[in-house]
């Protein structure tokens, strides 16, 4: 059983999708991180309503042919990283997030 | 109430801008500074900014930049000698300088300063940006090569070839026309004299800059297209409007037109590899 984590992405971050990767530009700072094709899945879904078990069995599992186990400890790992960034933003509550790009 | 107003209308990348001054000294040398950027007086402007003296209250000298969005207004401060306020919505702003050491270079260095900056934000509505680059067009097309300082923007520049025309060597204009991504000069030129012409000019090629012992073109993914023109974009956080338009300005130019990182040695042979 895991834990209930909603994700959201932070306000005044810009993104967009671009073929396989997604472009994030911080607002606050100007860092600009690309996500690869997996990280960029989990971004898009980021919508602060949906927990993060539900996005590795909706958008990782049946697209990138992954265990559940694996796929959630590098989502979970992914997430921390990007919330360390301030681009991310992580609740045991629903969340409000940014805007669609 | 003031007895008399000089206006100077300028234009770059079909943007006019018209200047409001009230005393002749800082017109007459902006009005030679910026002659070949004159647009008609009569012409339709994108805004108005007024010119007036300061003093300037609470700005540290020390900071030589500081830009701030407050209230809607965007404030761009040059230590204690000069300061833009611009109202997006209202399209009016306003430049108060300390009359200390006015007109000379260094001052009007500043100004162009306040200008890039009013221009940076005027050109994110119609989708444009700045960026630090030089470009040039050869053979009807236009060529822009990016980089910081040190990068090889006015080397590249000083060998193009006979027929090619650098547009500028230092900051580059880019907006889309009528769906097709547009160069053009700007009035903020670097180390060379560059040939200015209000005309735009298609783009065909964007170029990443750097140093190598070989002269090398390698084309660059969308992501990584994008990655290194950020990295040069007059880009000013703080708005998340004004992010999110310069990232989709960026992306959207990526998916129009090919992005190379080019290393080259200083030849003028480095210019047969490109188009």
Known sequence: MKPIIYIARAPGVAWRRLEDEVIVLSGSDSSLFILNAVAGEIWEAADGKTTLSDIVVRRIIPGFEVEFEQAYEDAAEFVRALADEGILLVSSQPLDGAPEP | ?275
């Not at chain 2, 200047?19 to 002749?24: A, R």
């Open chain 2, 1 to 275: 109430m003031k007895s008399h107003t000089l206006a100077l209308s300028l234009e770059t990348a079909d943007l006019g801008v018209r200047l409001l001054f009230h005393e002749g000294s800082l017109y007459q040398s902006l009005r030679r500074r910026y002659a070949d950027y004159h647009s008609s007086p009569k012409a339709s402007a994108v805004c108005e900014v007024e010119v007036d003296d300061g003093p300037l209250q609470g700005h540290d000298p020390a900071e030589p930049v500081e830009i701030v969005l407050r209230g809607g207004r965007w404030l761009m401060r040059q230590g204690d000698a000069l300061e833009l306020e611009y109202d997006p919505a209202a399209r009016r702003g306003r430049i108060r300088r300390n009359r200390n050491g006015i007109e000379s270079d260094w001052f009007l260095l500043l100004f162009d300063s306040a200008l890039r900056f009013l221009y940076s934000l005027l050109l994110l509505p119609a989708g444009g940006f700045l960026m630090h680059a030089a470009s040039a067009v050869w053979r009807e097309r236009a060529l822009i090569f990016a980089g910081a300082s040190g990068a090889g923007k006015t080397t590249i520049s000083r060998l193009a070839p006979p027929d090619a025309i650098v547009l500028d060597d230092e900051i580059s204009c880019l907006r889309p026309v009528n769906h097709l991504w547009t160069a053009y000069t700007t009035p903020f030129g670097g180390a060379l004299g560059v040939r200015s012409s209000r005309k735009g000019s298609p783009v065909a090629g964007l170029y990443l800059l750097a140093h190598g012992e070989q002269t090398r073109l390698t084309p660059l993914g969308p992501a990584s297209g994008v990655q290194g023109l950020l990295r040069n974009v007059v880009l000013f956080p703080g708005d998340p409007s004004v992010v999110r338009a310069v990232l989709n300005a960026v992306c959207d130019l990526v998916r129009e037109i090919p992005v190379y990182r080019l290393e080259f040695r200083p030849e003028p042979s480095v210019w047969e590899m490109l188009l």
